[in-house]
Nanobody, 123 residues
Framework: QVQLVESGGGLVQAGGSLRLSCAAS????????MGWYRQLPGKQRELVGA???????NYADSVKGRFTIFRGSAENTVYLQMNSLNAEDTAVYYC?????????????????WGQGTQVTVSS
């Protein structure tokens, strides 16, 4: 069993900042990639930012230069620092942790998700 516990969401004014935290625990000792996704009602979940075990990062174009993802000193923790927030950033944010596995030699991503945390930016 793997659990991802998120914290840090809330209500903030446009131009403000928030930091989201995610801690993973359970039977998996380390993950190949951890990241944050967000979702609006009726829309698909979209990647916000992700970081690999080697430290490589990637971001959605809409958040580049404003958001930073980084791993914590504790094992299997990840943070999302969000600056210069605007109303379009309002969404439920989900933590994701992924392990690369192989089935008959074919790689696939075994994904785990947090329960989600609401971020609301008032304009």
């Amino acid at each position: 069993q793997v659990q991802l516990v998120e914290s840090g969401g809330g209500l903030v004014q446009a131009g403000g900042s928030l930091r989201l935290s995610c801690a993973a625990s359970g039977r998996i000792s380390s993950f190949n990639r951890m990241g944050w996704y967000r979702q609006l009602p009726g829309k698909q979940r979209e990647l916000v930012g992700a970081i690999t075990s080697g430290g490589s990062t990637n971001y959605a174009d809409s958040v580049k230069g404003r958001f930073t993802i980084f791993r914590g000193s504790a094992e299997n923790t990840v943070y999302l620092q969000m600056n210069s927030l605007n109303a379009e950033d309002t969404a439920v944010y989900y933590c994701n942790a992924a392990v690369m596995r192989y089935a008959l030699g074919v790689p696939y991503s075994d994904d785990y998700w947090g329960q989600g945390t609401q971020v609301t930016v008032s304009s």
